[in-house]
């Protein structure tokens, strides 16, 4: 069974870090490509980053509103997924999800895990 | 990007109904990479029908998907309590893959 834990959200002042973590399990991790998605109320769902499973530079992608500001990052050797996310704003509040790619090579997401919370607010 | 519009906002029906759920694209969706997903509170979105009408892995016969280009239809033939839940679709030919607003299916 497909397992994606999330945890490192929290409450952040705006400017401030966070560091996300996903550790999966019940799959080969490191022939999957992973993605983070965000959720917030009122505006929906927003796919934030994508990293192919080879880490390879070309194989990353970032929404507009992240990029410079988010760093997607993985661990195949600790089966793991990361975000670093730096000078936050208020717009960057939501529930962020790990989620698989579905391994064909296409970018559908086939699995999600429960999510952990971001809050900025000062 | 590739703007989705979800309708209706909301789908007010009795069980065992027959539930249809549109989205519409801004530009054709390309090879009818198409998602959609069902999400219940307090739970994770989870994958329903891919290509546009393929069904995921262990999604009840109930659940069907069609469409191609710009306009994509979800039904789901015979509502069950649990089918009750919001819907969203999703592109994922193009990046940035974007969402529709999603369509929330209540019990009338």
């Known amino acids: 069974e497909v397992q994606l834990v999330e945890s490192g959200g929290g409450l952040a002042q705006p400017g401030g870090s966070l560091r996300l973590s996903c550790t999966a399990s019940g799959f080969t991790f490191s022939s999957y490509s992973m993605n983070w998605v965000r959720q917030v109320p009122g505006k929906g769902l927003e796919c934030v980053s994508f990293i192919d499973s080879s880490s390879s530079p070309g194989s990353i992608l970032y929404a507009d509103s992240v990029r410079g500001r988010f760093t997607i990052s993985r661990d195949n050797a600790k089966n793991s997924l990361y975000l670093q996310m730096n000078s936050l704003t208020v717009e960057d509040t939501g529930l962020y999800y790990c989620?698989?790619?579905?391994?064909?090579?296409?970018?559908?997401?086939?699995?999600w895990g429960q999510g952990t919370l971001v809050t900025v607010s000062s | 990007e590739i703007v989705l519009t979800q309708s209706p906002g909301t789908l007010s029906l009795s069980p065992g109904e027959r539930a249809t759920l549109s989205c519409r694209a801004s530009?054709?969706?390309?090879?009818?990479?198409l998602a959609w997903f069902q999400q219940k509170p307090g739970q994770a979105p989870r994958l329903l029908i891919h290509g546009a009408s393929s069904r995921a892995t262990g999604i009840p016969d109930r659940f069907s998907g069609s469409g191609s280009g710009t306009d994509f239809t979800l039904t789901v033939s015979r509502l069950e309590p649990e089918d009750f839940a919001v819907y969203y679709c999703?592109?994922?030919?193009?990046?940035?893959?974007?969402f529709g607003q999603g369509t929330k299916v209540e019990i009338k």
């Open positions: 989620a698989r790619g579905d391994g064909s090579g296409a970018w559908l997401i086939d699995s």
């Open positions: 999703q592109q994922y030919a193009d990046s940035p893959r974007t």
């Open positions: 530009q054709s969706v390309g090879r009818n990479y």
